[in-house]
């Protein structure tokens, strides 16, 4: 990367007085490195500012399609193998609102990052876009965060891309060195022994503005060690609690940037360490450790799969979901699911039937608005209160692309699966079915594919503001900690 960080900036150089927006389509990993970058890096002084989106939800497509005018925004179609669902509708739909306001010089307003010679380079070309930037091959999935997907975006909204690509190729040196001189291999070693013997849930917490490199390893750890029954679950957004409500199953890990932390995280910290709970603490020194950190933990991970003897480089389990979503789109009809009218008792039945070592996913196909995001966080503390289980949530496809491999070949758990009331269509350019069609299918291929493996699954379908039905369900759990 050091050798096109040249190019990239350059590029960008190129571009700054073009455009007021940058807004990235993509979806996993290319979706997760763009998000990374974005939380990050504010645009430099002259640079545009950075936004990504990578999901089907009707209402998020329809936000960012109000808040980016096609004449001053430049778009960047993510995919590496360039058949990603979600890229290529987002790309359609874009396209198609940029030629409506800008005729012929619409591909001007677009850069395509994927493979050559994959599907999403042909219909660029034929687009006619502004640029195609070759994606790094040799990165497949999870480890392809340092690469291409990071730095385009990086380097559009100002960011010095040569220092992160320098940070990262000294943090690459650092783990050729042997044992304990290797800084990700004694990460990996910490993660894979802490797993073996029973502390598999990864609980990631982050100082501002780290929180950001959340989801993406998130991504990558659910992604290599989860398979075969086996893996670390990372829990990432849960809020730090005391030592009462955990239980043995925990590592935490602590990330602040600078030397400026959070008192209260600390105590509360110490207050675990104390309590017996392991801890490993990283310290940034501002937001172009990136690819330091980036590559430490790529490492780390896996090492931390091979200790658990499973092969980091697979992800075949995830595609389950993926490919029943496509057939259901083609035409295909899902098994009869009415859903759990009793939403909470069932919630509660599956929780009480799980063993000590179990955790719960919440999957919210719903939009993502600040009252869903407070009522999911609800939820987590309330179950976590009642049964000291680690939880995980997110919303729709982006929670999946991120915990798919997790969800169907990791450790067993309860999986709770939200959905709402269709809103109003929001169709796609020469496609037979709307974004709404396309989540819902989304969520029937995840139902699906948990259930072909046997996973307890409790789906939920309101037909009201989905907000307040899971701000109720965390209500009930709430009052069994009370009771």
């Known amino acids: ?13 190129g571009l700054r007085a073009e455009a007021d927006r940058v807004l990235v389509l993509g979806s996993g990993n290319a979706g997760f490195a763009a998000r990374t970058v974005a939380g990050l890096f504010p645009p ?7 936004s ?51 005729g012929d010089a619409a591909g001007s307003r677009f850069l395509a990052v994927t493979e050559a010679g994959s599907a999403l380079d042909t219909e660029a070309a034929r687009r006619r876009v502004r640029a195609v930037v070759p994606a ?36 690459a040196e650092a783990c050729r060195a042997p044992g304990a001189e290797n800084p990700g291999l004694l990460l990996g070693a910490a993660l894979g022994a802490e797993a073996l ?41 849960e809020p730090l609690g005391p030592p009462a409500v ?41 937001a172009l450790d990136l690819g330091v950190e980036m590559f430490r933990w790529q490492f780390a991970a896996a090492v931390a799969a091979r ?22 789109l083609a035409g295909a009809s899902p098994e009869a699911d009415p859903g759990d009218a009793g939403g909470a008792e069932a919630l509660r039945a599956r929780l009480a039937a799980m063993g000590p070592s179990g955790y719960l996913a919440i999957a919210a196909f719903v939009p993502e608005t600040p009252e869903a995001v407070a009522a999911l966080e609800t939820l987590r503390v309330a179950v976590r209160g009642a049964r000291r289980f680690a939880t995980t949530a997110g919303f729709g496809p982006v929670f999946e692309q991120a915990a798919g491999q997790l969800h169907q070949g990791g450790p067993d758990g309860v999986f709770l699966v939200v959905t709402g009331a ?29 259930r072909a493996r046997g996973r307890p699954v409790v789906r939920v379908r309101f037909s009201g503001n989905p907000a307040e039905g899971i701000a109720a369900l965390g209500a009930a759990m709430g009052r069994e900690v009370a009771a």
């Open 44 to 50: 430099a002084e002259g640079f545009p500012g950075l």
């Open 136 to 171: 790094e091959p040799r990165a497949p999935g999870a480890f392809g965060g340092l690469t291409q997907f990071a730095l385009v975006p990086a380097a559009l909204v100002g960011a010095d891309v040569a220092e992160i690509a320098a940070r990262a190729a000294r943090m």
């Open 246 to 286: 955990y239980g043995p199953d925990r590592f935490f890990v602590r990330a602040e940037a600078g030397e400026d932390g959070d008192p209260e995280a600390g105590h509360l910290l110490a207050s675990l360490v104390e309590h017996g709970h392991p801890l490993a603490g990283f310290v940034w020194r501002d």
């Open 307 to 328: 200790l658990l003897g499973v092969n980091p480089f697979d992800e075949s389990d995830a595609r389950d979901a993926r490919e029943r979503a496509n057939r259901f």
């Open 52 to 102: 990504v989106l990578d999901t089907t939800e009707p209402s998020a497509v329809t936000a960012a399609a109000e808040a980016h005018d096609p004449a001053r925004t430049l778009f960047i179609v993510a995919s590496r193998t360039g058949s990603t669902l979600e890229a290529n509708l987002l790309f359609d739909f874009f396209f198609d609102r940029a030629a409506k306001r800008l």
């Open 197 to 237: 013997a029973g502390r598999n849930k990864l609980t990631l917490s982050f100082g501002r503005p780290l929180a950001a490199f959340g989801p993406w390893l998130e991504a990558l750890v659910a992604s290599t060690t989860a398979k075969d029954g086996r893996g670390i679950v990372p829990v990432v957004g």
């Open 1 to 13: 990367m050091a050798a096109v960080a040249p190019d990239l900036a350059r590029l960008a150089e």
């Open 422 to 450: 269709p809103g109003s269509p929001l169709a796609i350019p020469n496609r037979p079915w709307d974004f709404g069609r396309v989540l819902e299918a989304q969520a029937d291929g995840l139902v699906e594919a948990l």
